[in-house]
């Protein structure tokens, strides 16, 4: 049957994901499951280099393979009814192609972080925004930019919740090990600030586990170099390794730099959907998920002292941490299962 959508994957889909996928031993993919619901096309960089001619990969040598995947998707453009980019770094450069084109097909892109000044630049030098019909958005102050810097129309930008496999990530059949005492975690390092979460656990009664480790993040490890107590472990786990770290802790903490997108909202995610109370930080970007007082704490950027007194409150108070914990569960559950997720989305293409 004809295809009516072309999806882009901006990285590489891994050889053997859906079979890992179909174990059970990984969760499942974002990519996969919007390819079934929106009757797809999948197309990442390594199928996109496979289908290009010598000039355009002498282009992916000299732009990247974001470029190659744009180009591919302006060559195929007329066999689809929507072009869904996942991201600005397909979708921006898939746009300026388009103002080339007579013919074009709907286009809808997911925007992480159309503030960035290159981006903005862009859209407003290349009138990119007349070659986007819809962005979806995560953050509120992302769709605030869209709509007040870019000229969109309040209609063309959906704020959604990113997504979590809930059925992989929570504790049933778990075996958790009694503790001396209790154990926090922080998990992954795109803007993470570790040196205040450092500080802020210092000389508690706490066990504190800092996986710094993420498959997206290009930015170096924030707890390298910090003078480590001994209550706190700095290591690197796989997915199983990572599920079984979340089902021991007490709750979670997510602490992050000051920025205007959701840094850490994967792992906010993954412990919400284990049933973990969170303590992140209330940044820019990230105001849509945690509730404070109500689904986990929040806390200013770079306050180590409010970072301790709400790591001490949870302590102190674990029905707390559980009630808090069962309702970011009851959310997460209704608000971003990766299912909810991609019906969202799927919507937008129709």
């Excluded at 992916?60 to 302006?74: E, I, S, T």
């Excluded at 453009?77 to 103002?99: N, Q």
Aim: hydrophobic share 45%.
């Amino acid at each position: 049957m004809e295809r009516s959508v072309l999806l882009t994957v901006s990285g590489t889909i891994a050889p053997g994901t859906r079979d890992a996928i179909a174990e059970h031993r990984r969760p499942r993919a974002d990519y996969f499951e919007m390819g079934e619901v929106f009757h797809a096309d999948v197309l990442d960089h390594v199928a996109a280099r496979e289908a290009a001619g010598p000039l355009t990969r002498l282009v992916g040598r000299l732009a990247g393979d974001d470029v190659v995947l744009a180009l591919a998707c302006f060559r195929r453009r007329k066999r689809y009814r929507v072009v869904f980019t996942d991201s600005e770094r397909i979708g921006l450069p898939f746009s300026a192609l388009c103002r080339a084109g007579r013919r074009r097909s709907h286009h809808v892109m997911i925007g992480h972080r159309l503030s960035a000044p290159k981006k903005m630049l862009l859209h407003r030098v290349l009138g990119l925004r007349r070659r986007i019909d819809h962005i979806a958005v995560y953050a509120t102050f992302q769709r605030t930019v869209a709509i007040e810097q870019l000229g969109y129309r309040p209609e063309q930008v959906t704020l959604t919740t990113f997504m979590v496999d809930t059925d992989f990530w929570r504790s049933d059949g778990l075996t958790v090990a009694d503790r001396d005492r209790p154990m926090i975690c922080a998990v992954g390092q795109e803007l993470r600030d570790y040196p205040t979460l450092v500080e802020a656990v210092r000389g508690l009664d706490v066990d504190t586990v800092i996986a710094a480790a993420s498959p997206w993040s290009r930015r170096a490890d924030s707890s390298s170099g910090v003078d480590i107590p001994d209550n706190v472990t700095v290591t690197g786990l796989g997915l199983f390794e990572l599920r079984q770290l979340y089902a021991e802790a007490s709750f979670v903490v997510v602490p992050v730099e000051e920025t205007d997108f959701q840094a850490g909202i994967t792992t906010i995610l993954e412990a919400m959907s284990m049933g973990l109370a969170v303590i992140c930080t209330r940044t820019t970007g990230q105001t849509d998920t945690v509730v404070d007082g109500v689904t986990g704490l929040e806390v200013p950027p770079g306050d180590v002292g409010a970072l301790r007194t709400a790591i001490r409150r949870l302590l102190d108070d674990p029905a707390e941490a559980v009630r808090l914990g069962a309702a970011a569960r009851s959310w997460v559950v209704e608000h971003a299962d990766i299912d909810v997720y991609v019906n969202r989305l799927a919507a937008l293409t129709r």
